[in-house]
């Protein structure tokens, strides 16, 4: 089993920046990557980003492609994402997942969230 705990969320005026960080915990060896996704208010959780741990594979949402970046720390297990150029649609709760790549992207734990609002 893997926790994980999300923190760096708050408020930001557009065109600002935020770095969210995802520390995980437990059993975190039978996991090669780690996301970040997000949910609007009424919308469905879409994927803003992902990486395969092990490899470096990256995936970005078309939507933040070239202002987000995902990174890690494998020796903290830490994952991260920076922010820049931050837009109200980026408006949201953020998750932090980890999971297995087996060709595809399959996320089996979840952290809390943490908001991000951008005003």
């Known amino acids: 089993h893997v926790q994980l705990v999300e923190s760096g969320g708050g408020s930001v005026q557009a065109g600002g920046s935020l770095r969210l960080s995802c520390a995980a915990s437990?059993?975190?060896?039978?996991?090669?990557?780690m996301g970040w996704f997000r949910q609007a208010p009424g919308k469905e959780r879409e994927t803003v980003a992902a990486?395969?741990?092990?490899?470096?594979?990256?995936y970005y949402a078309d939507s933040v492609n070239g202002r987000f970046t995902i990174s890690q720390d494998n020796s903290k297990k830490m994952v991260y994402l920076q922010m820049n150029s931050l837009k109200p649609e980026d408006t949201a709760v953020y998750y932090c997942?980890?999971?297995?790549?087996?060709?595809?992207?399959?996320?089996?734990?979840w952290g809390q969230g943490t908001q991000v609002t951008v005003s």
């Open positions: 437990g059993y975190t060896d039978g996991s090669d990557c």
């Open positions: 997942a980890a999971g297995k790549f087996g060709g595809s992207w399959s996320w089996g734990f």
């Open positions: 990486i395969h741990t092990g490899q470096g594979i990256e």
